[in-house]
């Protein structure tokens, strides 16, 4: 060995011990407890922030002697980071966005739930009772707390026919004014959008694409570059350039079409016929969580009818609990269905949660695009 | 003198007299107690880190569990260099350094002369102040600021159409992210520059105007060759603090407005491939390295 490969291998050796050393292990498998017992006294949550209000929190310590000691996250990588901190058991529960609780439940973070203990998950809406973002193999390693549809945005001062269709996204005729999210999930809308408008595709999925199936969304999404003004990082982005007149259509949170209702701006959104992606956080307890019995309190709490409205309103989203529709209202007016959350049952049959794209498709078959796949697509489409 | 004139207690005082006695005998020990702490900072935590950067580039992820294969492997810097886009950004970095530099070297060329040679003594503590005050804001507020100015009911097209010409549609675009950058960067060329010019004697002009030099030429032959290592001092800054960053972008560029550090960022963050981040991460440390090569070998080390 000469004296510089030496040098080398000592190197590689420094830098395998830095670099994250079996952060994927397996789906952790379940440990229900018999029932809920008496509370630890300590919770430590992991959360959007917004998503630990004392509006909320401070009644639940209150009645169950769980003190909430909240840290938030600025994104779903630091929470899973936050997850995995301290060898996992630093953190009892955490609002999982679905672009995070795959990883967390393949990576052995998070442990299934007994939503026998939680009764207010029968009332959820059904397609957020076993979603595959949160739910492996019929274990619910999540419980689905708020979500939000992406919309199709529009101002309606500049754009006097209602659009209908994903297509407007795509139509030149808007040219520089169009906006859409700057994520790879994007890739997942123009999917979307061509399981209807080129069947042959066959698309069945928008999550589940082949290495075919990914190329034509991406060549769809470089034929929309040019309409583009800008890709939105931040929902404020979003909202400030329909403020002054650079957008006047693009994809959308229903938080983004009420706050620039709400700033006087004449806008609308819609599901369009195809449908729309959308995205749905769930808590999710630690596979090492120390305070189980505090957790499960606080998941029972957050699905109740008055928080699930609260933690709505607060934030601008749709609770997973149709019962809220009644406590939304009294907080404010018309807030139920602003939000969709009384919307006739095809509604949410429109709606494809997020959920990580992985290299296995869910028939087992390895022909499925990963999200690296997605990314390196994504980054190609903004050039 | 004793130990108990220092209000040290005997033991202490006893040891501490011990070291002194030995780093008087042997003054290379005291050296290396001087030298080792800050070296073993710049070796372990700053060349290492670069060293594991450089190394975790020949890895890979594997595509189905996510985890970090180490088996080593030219396939991140065959990505970089043969898919079209990753070359397109590396470009468009380096192209709005350059543009960015330049602005700036142009800009602040007669700035800082005006405050060397011309101001008075006031004056100048003034503009000085006025040239670093804008570093004491959020460099976030500042970006922040050039987005309202530049939107398309901003108010430069507010100014544009009150005195009847046509608006422009420069924001989030790479124009935007031209003048932003030249605008945050400013002071980083214009304090060099100051410093350069401030030092050269009086006598130097008075002697090209005794040999019959005019404004232009003294300017050219003596004014620019002495600023020269200031200018590229600053250049340094412009060009590494442009070519790293990646938040301008995100905020005032439009489509294909990503930089080198985007592309860093969302491999980390988004894709969790941290092996194509670290090798799409050396292509701006060769470029500086190859900056900083051809700045010394202008002399702009000697001076700074």
């Given amino acids: 060995m000469t004296t510089g490969s030496k040098w080398m291998a000592a190197l590689a050796g420094a830098a395998a011990l830095i670099m994250p050393l079996g952060a994927f292990g397996a789906p952790a498998s379940a440990n229900y407890p018999a029932k809920i017992g008496d509370g630890e006294g300590q919770l430590n949550i992991v959360a959007w922030e917004g998503y630990a209000q004392d509006d909320w929190i401070k009644p639940f310590e209150k009645e169950t002697g769980c003190q909430v000691h909240a840290k938030y996250a600025g994104s779903s990588d630091e929470m899973v980071a936050l997850m995995r901190s301290g060898g996992g058991g630093e953190y009892d529960l955490v609002s999982a966005s679905g672009d995070a609780s795959l990883r967390l439940i393949y990576g052995g973070n998070v442990q299934p739930l007994d939503v026998k203990l939680i009764p207010a998950w029968n009332d959820f809406l059904p397609n957020l009772k076993s979603p595959p973002h949160n739910t492996l193999n019929g274990l619910h390693y999540g419980l689905s707390y708020e979500w939000g549809p992406n919309v199709l945005l529009w101002n309606t001062d500049k754009i006097k026919e209602a659009p209908k269709s994903w297509a407007a996204i795509y139509d030149a005729q808007y040219k520089g004014k169009v906006t859409v999210p700057d994520n790879p999930i994007q890739i997942a809308d123009a999917a979307l959008y061509l399981m209807k408008a080129e069947p042959k595709l066959g698309i069945k999925d928008p999550y589940e694409l082949t290495q075919d199936q990914l190329a034509a969304a991406a060549a769809l999404l470089k034929k929309q570059r040019p309409l583009i003004k800008k890709y939105w990082a931040l929902a404020s982005d979003e909202i400030e350039l329909f403020k002054n007149g650079d957008a006047v259509i693009g994809a959308a949170w229903p938080y983004q079409t009420n706050t620039l209702k709400a700033a006087g701006v004449k806008v609308e959104d819609t599901i369009p016929e195809e449908g729309a992606t959308g995205w749905a956080d769930s808590w999710m307890l630690s596979a090492k969580s120390k305070h189980v019995n505090c957790a499960y309190k606080f998941m029972n709490y957050v699905s109740t009818p008055k928080v699930q409205a609260q933690q709505a309103i607060y934030f601008g989203e749709t609770p997973a609990n149709p019962k809220a529709c009644d406590a939304m209202n009294a907080i404010e007016a018309g807030s139920c269905e602003k939000y969709h959350l009384n919307a006739p049952a095809s509604y949410f049959d429109k709606i494809h949660f997020w959920k990580t794209p992985l290299p296995t498709c869910a028939d087992g078959s390895r022909k499925c695009t990963s999200y690296s796949d997605w990314q390196r697509a994504w980054q190609q489409v903004k050039g | ?304």
């Fill in chain 2, 1 to 304: 003198m004793t130990a108990a004139e220092f209000g040290l207690d005997g033991r202490q005082g006893g040891a501490l007299r011990r070291l002194s006695a030995l780093f008087w005998r042997r003054p290379s020990l005291a050296l290396v107690g001087l030298v080792v702490p800050p070296l073993a900072w710049l070796v372990l935590i700053y060349i290492a880190a670069l060293g594991v950067l450089f190394i975790a580039a020949f890895w890979s992820v594997d595509p189905f569990t996510g985890e970090i294969d180490r088996t080593w492997t030219l396939a991140n810097f065959e990505a970089v260099v043969s898919i079209s886009t990753y070359r397109t950004i590396v470009f468009r970095t380096i192209l709005i350094a350059a543009a960015v530099t330049l602005t700036d070297a142009i800009l602040a060329f007669p700035v800082a002369y005006f405050m060397a040679r011309i101001a008075g003594r006031r004056l100048r503590l003034v503009l000085i102040t006025l040239v670093v005050l804008p570093l004491w804001s959020s460099y976030l507020a500042r970006i922040y600021a050039w987005r309202l100015i530049l939107a398309h009911d901003g108010a430069l097209n507010w100014a544009l159409r009150a005195i009847g010409l046509p608006s422009l549609s420069i924001g989030y675009s790479n124009w935007a992210m031209w003048i932003v950058f030249s605008y945050v960067w400013l002071p980083f060329m214009i304090m060099p520059v100051y410093a350069a010019l401030e030092r050269i004697p009086p006598s130097y002009f008075e002697a090209s105007q005794d040999l019959g030099a005019r404004g232009w030429r003294t300017l050219v032959k003596v004014v620019l060759p002495l600023a020269m290592p200031g200018l590229i001092a600053g250049s340094i800054f412009t060009f590494s603090l442009t070519l790293g960053d990646y938040i301008t972008p995100v905020l005032v560029g439009g489509p294909g407005s990503d930089f080198i550090g985007n592309v860093v960022y969302s491999n980390v963050g988004v894709a969790n491939n941290i092996p194509f981040a670290a090798a799409y991460a050396t292509v701006p440390l060769v470029m500086m390295a190859l900056y900083l090569w051809g700045a010394r070998r202008l002399g702009a080390f000697e001076v700074m």
